[in-house]
């Protein structure tokens, strides 16, 4: 009996990870970057600010609004895209030093992240 139990108890947990995977467009690791890279280029030629709310993606559309949201935590951001990264295997996103603030993973340095895309740009 107890067995059934554990079993069915890990069913549910690998389902509610698998319909919570489903809200969003992507979902991975997000990372930050900041002082090397204030007041460079970004790949879409402006000034990379860190203190603006920006992000890098390696392939959305320049000026996509996404929002991140922590999945251990709900915390949340929204971002626009501006520039190409991460370039660490495994990262979906990059965000600037205050969309990481936004979100409290200065300290950490990484977080699992779910992507959903709110906006995309005008042609």
């Known amino acids: 009996m107890r067995v059934v139990f554990i079993l069915g108890f890990m069913a549910l947990l ?3 990870g698998f319909v919570q995977a489903l809200r969003y ?13 204030h007041g460079k280029r970004t790949a ?26 922590d999945l251990d935590t709900g915390r949340s951001v929204v971002v626009r895209i501006n ?4 370039f660490v295997p ?9 969309a990481a603030q936004e979100l409290g993973i200065v ?5 699992r992240v779910g ?9």
Not at 90 to 98: A, E, H, N, P, W
Not at 107 to 111: F, L, N, S, T, V
């Open 14 to 16: 690998l389902l509610v």
């Open 25 to 37: 467009d992507q979902v991975g690791i997000a990372s930050w970057y900041g002082p090397g890279f």
């Open 44 to 69: 879409n030629g402006e000034i990379y600010d860190m203190y603006a709310i920006t992000a890098a993606h390696k392939t959305l559309p320049f000026n996509t609004i996404v929002k991140v949201v």
């Open 83 to 86: 520039d190409r990264g991460p």
């Open 90 to 98: 495994g990262r979906i996103i990059d965000l600037s030093f205050t």
């Open 107 to 111: 300290e950490k340095g990484i977080a």
């Open 115 to 123: 992507l959903r895309i709110l906006k995309w740009p005008e042609e």
